[in-house]
C-alpha cells in the first residue's frame, strides 16, 4: 500500500460524457502528480499541483483540467470523452514541489468510454 | 524538456541469470534517478533511486549504477525469479525554469523464464 488512494478504480462511461477522478496523496505529502497510461504504453505526465497550486504542466489536453484543494485531495476532471481517452490514470504524490524527490502511486482509475 | 530513452524494449532471462536495463538522459542538471516496476494492471511500484552525487546504490538483488559524464543509469537485477517479471520504467526530473516534471522511459517488459 503507496497511502496514495484513487477513486474509483474503474469507470465505464460514453463518448461526450465527463468524468472526475479523485486522488488522495501520501499523508505529509503536498505535491500530486496525474500520469496518463495507455493500452502499452509508457506514463505521460500530464499536469502536478503543490499546495494547492499548478506546478507544471504536460501533454494535457484542454478538455481536461484539475485542480488541489485545501485537504491537500486533488481532481482530475475529463470531459467531451472520446474512445482515445480510454486509458489508466494514476496519480502519485511526493513531499516537495521538485520532480526529484520520490514519486509514490496510487492503484489508479481505469476508464473505458464505450 | 528531458528526454529519457530506455533499452531494451523487452528482455527474457532465464531464472536465476542475471538482467540488464539501461537508460540515457539529456538534461545535464538532472540529478535524481528512480526506478519503477509496474506488474501488470497494477501501479507503478519505485524499487529504487540514486542521486547524482552517488555512482552505484544496491539493495539485496537490484542495484543501479550512474555514469554522469556519458548521462546514462542501470538497473541490474541479479538472481533473477519469476516474481521480477513485470515492465521497468527508469525516470529522470527536468528541473528547469517553470518546469518539475518526471520524465519516463518507455519501459522495458522483463520475462523470467522457471
Known amino acids: 500500500d503507496s497511502g496514495v488512494t484513487q477513486t474509483p478504480k474503474h469507470l465505464i462511461t460514453a463518448t461526450g460524457q465527463r468524468v472526475t477522478l479523485r486522488c488522495s496523496p501520501r499523508?505529509?505529502?503536498?505535491?500530486v502528480y496525474w500520469y496518463q497510461q495507455s493500452l502499452d504504453q509508457g506514463l505521460q505526465f500530464l499536469i502536478q499541483y503543490y499546495n494547492g497550486e499548478e506546478r507544471a504542466k504536460g501533454n494535457i489536453l484542454e478538455r481536461f483540467s484539475a485542480q488541489q484543494f485545501p485537504d491537500l485531495h486533488s481532481e482530475l476532471n475529463l470531459s467531451s470523452l472520446e474512445l482515445g481517452d480510454s486509458a489508466l490514470y494514476f496519480c502519485?504524490?511526493?513531499?516537495?514541489?521538485?520532480?526529484?524527490?520520490?514519486?509514490?502511486f496510487g492503484d489508479g482509475t481505469r476508464l473505458s468510454i464505450l | 524538456g528531458e528526454n529519457v530513452e530506455q533499452h531494451p524494449s523487452t528482455l527474457s532471462v532465464q531464472e536465476g541469470d542475471s538482467a540488464v536495463i539501461k537508460c540515457t538522459y539529456s538534461?545535464?542538471?538532472?540529478?535524481?534517478f528512480p526506478w519503477y516496476k509496474q506488474e501488470l494492471g497494477k501501479r507503478p511500484q519505485l524499487i529504487i533511486d540514486?542521486?547524482?552525487?552517488?555512482g552505484e546504490k544496491k539493495d539485496q538483488r537490484i542495484a543501479v549504477t550512474l555514469n554522469k559524464t556519458a548521462k546514462h543509469f542501470s538497473l541490474h537485477i541479479t538472481e533473477t525469479q519469476p516474481e521480477d517479471s513485470a515492465v521497468y520504467f527508469c525516470?529522470?526530473?527536468?528541473?528547469?525554469?517553470?518546469?518539475?516534471?518526471?520524465?519516463f522511459g518507455k519501459g522495458t517488459k522483463l520475462s523470467v523464464i522457471p
Open positions: 525516470a529522470a526530473p527536468y528541473l528547469g525554469a517553470g518546469s518539475y516534471q518526471l520524465t
Open positions: 540514486i542521486r547524482s552525487n552517488v
Open positions: 538534461d545535464s542538471a538532472s540529478n535524481y
Open positions: 499523508s505529509g505529502d503536498l505535491s
Open positions: 502519485a504524490s511526493s513531499v516537495g514541489p521538485l520532480a526529484d524527490q520520490p514519486q509514490h
